[in-house]
């Protein structure tokens, strides 16, 4: 069975060349980091670079995160205006799911699940602006903000009558943050509160095509939003568009993880790319002879020969 997949919204991870990985391994859509609609109307110059979309990638949607609705509705129409002929996004994608502090108190993220009456006005006045492009509003939620107030369901019905026509859903609470499991339960209650032609997108801890394909037959949704197991583990974007599990061989890991910091080093420059890239690295090596050892020499390393050099070091290593 071949499933439809996207790659989960990660900040400081799904960055252009990323998403140009999981592109080429067959992911059918991805979203950008999480930009802040606030930093788009201050003319942020980093935030601009977080917009940029590649001719090389899957479509793609970025995703915006804030609560004012005046805002949003400017920054989407920004988003969607000063992209490029060919790099214009899919979608906007509207983030009502972060649930980290500093999001959240300021009402952004996952704190508009408490406040629906915010999020509607927030829903509408982006939806003017797609509308007139021409480009769909997507919206990523969670089950809700805490175990008393569950209301993924009613919420997806509201993002649906204001014109959202994709709807992600992470079935933890804000609460739960990133534990204990997600419940299929609430992603099956969003399938069945929203109209058929809105696809449901499946989210959390899907770490294989076959928990791809327990999601989809425990919840009826129409594709899964793989985030944490595709860091180390894009092939798995593989795996949903072949319809069978793959496995990446452990050089095919080590050359991939040296793929992404090379690229990562030609986009943000080799100092700043290669602390990024040392956390992304690790991810790849992860369980692989000698990984604890070459993960610390990474850290140390301050240039692209260096990483090289140390990852060429585990290849061999692997051969004898
Ligand atoms: C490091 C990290 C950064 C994240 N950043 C975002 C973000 O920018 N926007 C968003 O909507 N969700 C964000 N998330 C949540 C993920 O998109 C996803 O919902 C969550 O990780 C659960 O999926 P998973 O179990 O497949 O990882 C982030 C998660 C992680 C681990």
């Given at each position: ?171 933890r609470?804000?609460?739960q943050?990133?534990m204990p499991s997600s ?138």
């Amino acid at each position: 069975m071949k499933i439809y997949s996207s790659l989960a919204p990660m900040a400081g991870f799904t960055d252009m060349p990323f998403r140009v990985i999981c592109s080429e391994l067959g992911v059918s859509h991805t979203v950008s980091e999480m930009i802040s609609a606030a930093a788009i109307c201050y003319k942020d110059k980093k935030t601009a670079e977080l917009c940029r979309i590649s001719e090389r990638e899957a479509p793609c949607a970025l995703q915006l995160f804030g609560h004012d609705p005046a805002q949003m509705a400017y920054a989407a129409e920004e988003l969607i205006c000063k992209a490029e002929e060919g790099k214009k996004p899919v979608a906007i994608d509207i983030n009502m799911g972060c649930p980290v502090k500093k999001i959240v108190t300021s009402g952004d993220g996952s704190a508009l699940m408490k406040t629906p009456e915010v999020a509607e006005a927030v829903v509408r006045a982006v939806y003017k602006v797609t509308e007139r492009y021409n480009v769909p509003l997507w919206v990523k939620i969670r089950a809700g903000w805490n175990s008393g107030s569950i209301n993924a369901s009613e919420f997806a019905k509201m993002l649906a009558d204001c014109g959202t026509s994709l709807i992600t859903v992470h079935g933890r609470t804000r609460e739960q943050m990133y534990m204990p499991s997600s419940d299929n339960g609430v992603i099956r209650s969003v399938r069945e509160a929203v109209p058929e032609k809105i696809p449901v997108i499946g989210n959390g801890d899907v770490c294989s095509y076959a928990d791809a394909v327990r999601m989809i037959n425990e919840t009826g949704c129409d594709g899964v939003a793989v985030g944490r197991a595709a860091l180390g583990d894009p092939w798995i974007f593989r795996s949903m568009a072949e319809g069978t599990e793959y496995q990446a061989s452990v050089e095919e890991r080590i050359n991939m993880a040296l793929r992404l910091t090379r690229d990562v080093v030609s986009l943000k420059g080799e100092l700043c790319g290669i602390r990024e890239a040392r956390g992304r690295a690790a991810h790849f090596i992860r369980g692989i002879r000698g990984s604890a050892v070459v993960r610390e020499k990474l850290n140390r390393a301050v240039s692209l020969s260096e990483f090289s050099e140390i990852l060429s070091t585990l290849k061999e290593q692997q051969e004898l």
